[in-house]
């Protein structure tokens, strides 16, 4: 007979649960380095949270379960903000995936912070939820991040990731300022 393995204490969860605790410290510090360090860290960084997010194990959810949501809208729009001044003009981008492109003619605008700041959410939900360290609600955590991550912030990730990734190897000006420091 074989033992089920604790989806809490896989490798895999655990990994994420690292990434996680460093994705959230960065979003919080946005705007403490200069720009081309931000987005330097985030190219690096958002990649690994993807794939530790995608491998997170199968855990069973309840249905009734109704999670005690830490992440608020002041703590949002603080990351989303931090993230917006340090960007300036850079964090606006054409969204090809946008749903509602299928009925628009005309690129939809999207922003990288507010990209960044709905990962920090459901990640940092994620975290304050694993942190109170009941296995029940470790598990409910788990299952709940696998399904938004894959419902909406991998997606909203991505979308930040090819931003970004443009800014970091293609901006003139970035680039410039790399090269003075």
């Not at 994705?23 to 690994?48: H, I, N, Q, R, S």
Request: one cysteine or more; hydrophobic letters at 40%.
């Amino acid at each position: 007979m074989k033992k089920e393995k604790n989806p809490i204490y896989e490798r895999n969860t655990l990994e994420f649960v690292t990434v996680a605790l460093e994705y959230c410290a960065f979003a919080e510090k946005a705007g403490d380095e200069g720009l081309f360090t931000f987005v330097d860290k985030a190219t690096k960084l958002l990649p690994l949270l993807y794939l530790k997010a995608a491998l997170l194990p199968e855990a069973e959810t309840d249905e009734f379960y109704e999670p005690e949501l830490s992440v608020t809208e002041e703590m949002y729009e603080n990351i989303r903000s931090r993230i917006a001044t340090l960007l300036g003009d850079k964090d606006t981008y054409l969204d090809t995936f946008h749903a509602d492109m299928i009925y628009s003619e005309t690129p939809i605008a999207a922003s990288i912070s507010e990209n960044l700041a709905d990962v920090f959410q459901d990640v940092g939900n994620f975290i304050s939820l694993f942190r109170q360290g009941n296995e029940e609600v470790m598990l409910q955590a788990i299952a709940l991040c696998r399904q938004n991550f894959r419902e909406y912030w991998g997606q909203q990730l991505l979308n930040a990731l090819k931003a970004l990734h443009s800014l970091r190897y293609s901006d003139e000006t970035l680039q410039a300022e790399n090269e003075e420091a």
